[in-house]
């Protein structure tokens, strides 16, 4: 029987979980994407709180592209500056490193987030 791709992405997701946490001082970046959007998040993994969060709807777009995913990278960095963030931990959460994820994180840097 063979792994669907849901279930190889929440494998691999546990396998990155069990490596990296986030704590007050350099917060976990959590992507998730859907057919949507794409949603990037801020967690402080210690006391279970997210910092900061941005995705794409809120910011009016309707197709997810790796322009909208730049966006809500450096939209996130904006309000993590505004709540004194500047380092964080990178969490795929399974995803490939490549297109929609890739932009967000390099949105992210662009907007002064350093990982």
Request: glycine share 10%; net charge positive.
């Amino acid at each position: 029987m063979s792994v669907t791709k849901i279930a190889r992405r929440q494998r691999i997701h546990r396998g990155i979980r069990k490596k990296i946490s986030g704590t007050a001082a350099r917060p976990r970046l959590s992507v998730y994407k859907s057919n949507r959007a794409i949603y990037a998040q801020l967690i402080d993994d210690t006391r279970g709180h997210t910092l900061a969060a941005a995705n794409s709807m809120e910011l009016g777009v309707k197709n997810n592209t790796i322009e909208s995913s730049k966006q809500v990278g450096q939209k996130l960095a904006e309000r993590a500056k505004e709540a004194g963030i500047e380092s964080i931990v990178f969490d795929r959460s399974g995803y490939l490193y490549h297109g929609q994820v890739k932009a967000l994180a390099e949105g992210a840097r662009e907007g002064g987030l350093k990982f």
